[in-house]
């Protein structure tokens, strides 16, 4: 595999074909809107973690266990979501499209940069990429 310019491939799926110029920005599009959702996610976790510990004294390590089961699905669920993304991601990237890896990058780049100064207080303890 090699770097190259194009407007046919086939993206993730056998459905997700692009044979056009519009399809091919179109599928550029999706990615980016795929990079935003997933640093969504992931700034979501963030907050959510942040308000806990704020919200709440230190747990010592003994009670951990006694928690709410219902409030510690959430996380891994999230988790499960932005690491199912990512990889989404990297594998978008590695169509080698160049097209496609370039609007994976910048979406990555443009909606983390957004949700840092949105947020710039919260610490990006959830990092997933692959």
Request: some cysteine; proline content about 5%; charged content about 15%.
């Amino acid at each position: 595999m090699s770097f190259h310019f194009g407007t046919e491939e086939t993206i993730l799926f056998d459905f997700w074909k692009t044979e056009t110029a519009v399809g091919i920005a179109v599928s550029c599009l999706i990615t980016v809107l795929l990079a935003f959702f997933m640093e969504t996610i992931r700034f979501f976790r963030d907050y959510r973690k942040a308000q806990i510990q704020l919200s709440q004294p230190p747990i010592a390590p003994e009670d951990r266990l006694k928690r709410s089961p219902q409030l510690d699905l959430i996380d891994p669920l999230l988790q499960l979501f932005q690491l199912t993304i990512a990889y989404f991601l990297m594998l978008i990237f590695m169509t080698f499209n160049v097209y496609l890896c370039f609007f994976t990058v910048i979406g990555e780049i443009f909606a983390h940069l957004l949700y840092r100064t949105l947020y710039p207080h919260l610490n990006s303890s959830s990092a997933g990429h692959c």
